[in-house]
Nanobody, 120 residues
């Protein structure tokens, strides 16, 4: 079955770094765009970073530009989000999303999320 499993979250001090990973299985990973979203308590889920299927193009929320980097390894069916210069406002549950649109339908898969807490 389709699975997206996030890992790498945790507690980090302001200014610190974390690396989130998302391991995919059960679908053809290399033809899906992959995104990281996050949701803080009481707030809507927001897009953090996205990468196209071949990895040729990336997109970032303004709030994380220059601090976060998204990358993927289609040989290993994994995507990574490197987060540097973390701020308390980066605290949220981070979700991995795989999406593909065809003429007939949209395929949309989500992981269970991993908690990132930035606090001193």
């Amino acid at each position: 079955q389709v699975q997206l499993v996030e890992s790498g979250g945790g507690l980090v001090q302001p200014g610190g770094s974390l690396r989130l990973s998302c391991a995919a299985s059960g679908f053809t990973f290399s033809i899906y765009s992959i995104s990281w979203y996050r949701q803080a308590p009481g707030k809507e889920r927001e897009l953090v970073a996205a990468i196209t299927s071949a990895g040729g193009s990336t997109n970032y929320a303004d709030s994380v530009k220059g601090r976060f980097t998204i990358s993927r390894d289609n040989a290993k069916d994994t995507v990574t989000l490197r987060m540097n210069g973390l701020k308390p406002e980066d605290t949220a549950v981070y979700y991995c999303n795989a999406r593909r649109r065809t003429f007939l339908r949209e395929y949309d898969y989500w992981g269970q999320g991993t908690q990132v807490t930035v606090s001193s």
